[in-house]
């Protein structure tokens, strides 16, 4: 077939155009990369520990298998937060992940280098004790609080609690994969350190249908902008069954490829709907410390101001002392016992008015 020098420079054209479009769709389908960190500097949970040093835990295990089976990822896996968290090394990666303990860098710029990173468009994914790292004394790294916006402060729901939990946002592809409300059971942290208009939570108890019942908000499961980047984290993971839940398994994925930034949802920060379940929370303790049915109330709620009252009355009962019985006089003891009736009567009152 003989073509004409006319045609030649357009069918050059469609050649490169075809050239392009191939590495466009090469370059949008090759695997993200994540360096995965689990180490511990502090408490060591079981689903990070190595049975050896050649072998992978079962956090790294099971991200591994995720990755493979979804396409969207690969790994690369690290114990040693100061060899791999450098700036030249993190050049080679999309996101980072942490299930991590303790104070990992030291000061300088080994811990901006983390936090750079993020805020220059890439992701990072906590789980579980992310939270509980980089916090406490004097070589806490704050930047690092700041960004994953809490720091652990107990676990009132221990890993064999059967938690329920509220689902604030269906559509976002995070959490897509669970109900308006469900339960499971692990271990739920409640926080310090912890902004709610710098996040959009995801998931939180619900209070009144979890014991131990506490008069405020727990969020679970957040995401946000960090500076161009993205951060997603959830509080689940603690038990090893939650890592080989295939539900679980989703809410992982899908949130590592919210925070790659390979599917779309909001990072609003909802701060009201947090409010909301914080309200409902305040009211079912102060119902149970009442001796009341908490569904006569809870749809006051949305009442500011005898939330606000309802409050003031919970905060004054929680700050009496509780001597012991076996260890205090016994004159104190019959105080105590006192101030603690008068404090619930205030407390009734409230309810009530």
Known sequence: MNISNAARPSLLRIGLLTLALGCAFSAAAAPKKILVITQSKGFMHGAVRRPAPEQLCLVEKTLDEIGKASGVFTTVHSQDAIGSITRDNLKQFDAVF???????????DPREALTDF????????GTHSA??????GKEAFTGYVKMINGSFAGHPWGSGTTCTFTNHDPQHPAVAMYPAEF???DEIYQYSNYDPASVRVLLSLDMTKTRPLMPYLVPVSWVREYGEGRLFYTNLGHNETTWKDATFQKHLLEGMRWALKLVDGSAAPNPQAQQVQHNRAVVAFAAAESGRDASRYLAKAADASWVKSVTEAVEVLRKLPNPDPKKAPAAEVEAAKQRRSAAIATLQTALDR
């Open 131 to 136: 939270t509980d790292t980089f916090h406490g």
């Open 183 to 185: 339960q499971w059971k």
């Open 118 to 125: 993020v805020r220059s468009g890439k992701g990072f994914i």
């Open 98 to 108: 942490f299930y991590t303990t303790g104070i990992l860098l030291p000061a300088g």
